[in-house]
């Protein structure tokens, strides 16, 4: 069970209309590497986590991952608010206006709509975790990229905080591995799937 707290994991106070950052930080919430992803991916792999302390990661990170989900939809809400359709700024965020007006939806920085295709559920531990770190990567590699194009401090400073928690993400993944590799050695199963080869 989720318990939902009013409060951002980290505030967010955007002063100014910035439709083209927006058009960057939008693949954060509906892209490839966003926190819709990450959240149900992590959410769905620990059903098949033989392991109880690996679920436990698995669910904390996942419902981490919907905060920050919530976070990137503040962001791009607080940058496009107060958007007309004849703003000059308007940019490479005119498409998206044309679809969503000013409404958060899932959709990458290049206008693809979220997909469950972007998310790796196989059932089996190592597999699984060796995916989540790989997507943690990906994710701190689309807010270093973020990063490199925001002009906005207010809009960089929380884009540092997601930043940074994708690096714990990683390491929490990897100490996971090393869990999971200790575990399986211990019952012979040498990495593959403790639940099919017993």
Same mark, same amino acid.
């Given at each position: /069970?989720?318990?939902?707290?009013?409060?951002?994991?980290?505030?967010? !106070?955007?002063?100014? $209309?910035?439709? =083209?950052?927006?058009? +960057?930080?939008?693949?954060?919430?509906?892209?490839?590497?966003?926190?819709?992803?990450?959240?149900?991916?992590? &959410?769905?792999? !620990?059903?098949? /986590? *033989?392991?109880?302390?690996?679920?436990?990661?698995?669910?904390?990170?996942?419902?981490?991952?919907?905060?920050?989900?919530?976070?990137?939809?503040?962001?791009?809400? =607080?940058? $496009?608010?107060?958007?007309? *359709?004849? #703003? *000059?700024?308007?940019? %490479?965020?005119? *498409?998206?206006? $044309? #679809?969503?007006?000013?409404?958060?939806?899932?959709?990458?920085?290049?206008?693809?709509?979220?997909?469950?295709?972007?998310?790796?559920?196989?059932?089996?531990?190592?597999?699984?975790?060796?995916?989540? /770190?790989?997507?943690?990567?990906?994710?701190?590699?689309?807010?270093?990229?973020?990063?490199?194009?925001?002009?906005?401090?207010?809009?960089?400073?929380?884009?540092?905080?997601?930043? @940074? !928690? @994708?690096?714990?993400?990683?390491?929490? +993944?990897? @100490?996971?591995?090393? &869990?999971?590799?200790?575990? /399986?050695? =211990?019952?012979?199963?040498?990495? $593959? %799937?403790?639940?099919?080869?017993?």
């Amino acid at each position: /069970m989720f318990v939902y707290e009013k409060k951002l994991q980290y505030p967010i !106070r955007i002063k100014n $209309t910035n439709p =083209q950052l927006a058009s +960057f930080i939008i693949s954060q919430y509906g892209g490839p590497d966003g926190e819709l992803g990450a959240s149900l991916r992590y &959410l769905s792999q !620990r059903y098949a /986590m *033989p392991y109880p302390e690996l679920k436990a990661v698995l669910t904390d990170i996942g419902v981490e991952e919907l905060g920050h989900l919530e976070m990137i939809g503040t962001l791009v809400h =607080q940058l $496009t608010r107060k958007l007309s *359709p004849d #703003d *000059p700024r308007m940019g %490479n965020f005119a *498409p998206y206006f $044309t #679809d969503h007006g000013v409404g958060v939806y899932p959709v990458a920085a290049s206008g693809s709509p979220w997909s469950a295709d972007y998310i790796g559920v196989k059932g089996d531990v190592i597999c699984d975790l060796t995916e989540d /770190m790989a997507a943690e990567q990906k994710a701190r590699v689309t807010y270093d990229n973020i990063l490199r194009q925001s002009d906005d401090p207010d809009v960089s400073d929380v884009i540092r905080f997601l930043r @940074e !928690r @994708e690096v714990v993400h990683f390491q929490r +993944f990897g @100490e996971a591995v090393r &869990l999971a590799k200790e575990k /399986m050695d =211990q019952k012979n199963v040498y990495f $593959t %799937n403790p639940i099919l080869d017993k």
